[in-house]
Nanobody, 114 residues
Framework: QVQLGESGGGLVRAGGSLRLSCAASGIDFSIYTMAWYRQAPGKQREWIAGITSGDSANYAASVQGRATISRDNAKNTVYLQMNSLKPEDTAVYYC????????WGQGTQVTVFS
């Protein structure tokens, strides 16, 4: 059974930082492309960052320069470091594992207040 479990969300003041984690089980983690998405209230889910099995990372323009995605294959975990947080970063953050099939976590809430 595949499971993705996000953690690290919370309430943070604008300008602050958070590190989100997503622990995976039930997959050969090292060969999967991992990604982070987010969904703000009333909006569609949007891709914000991805990292390939070869450690190539890409970012959406909305987080470019403020986010860093990384992975630890030994721990089956992908991370998202978010700095200089803004109220518009408020959303539920989801991790995603993709190879042929796609798997999703349950999400972790991030709320940024000014």
């Amino acid at each position: 059974q595949v499971q993705l479990g996000e953690s690290g969300g919370g309430l943070v003041r604008a300008g602050g930082s958070l590190r989100l984690s997503c622990a995976a089980s039930g997959i050969d983690f090292s060969i999967y492309t991992m990604a982070w998405y987010r969904q703000a209230p009333g909006k569609q889910r949007e891709w914000i960052a991805g990292i390939t099995s070869g450690d190539s990372a890409n970012y959406a323009a909305s987080v470019q320069g403020r986010a860093t995605i990384s992975r630890d294959n030994a721990k089956n975990t992908v991370y998202l470091q978010m700095n200089s947080l803004k109220p518009e970063d408020t959303a539920v953050y989801y991790c995603n594992a993709f190879r042929v099939l796609v798997y999703w976590g349950q999400g972790t809430q991030v709320t940024v207040f000014s």
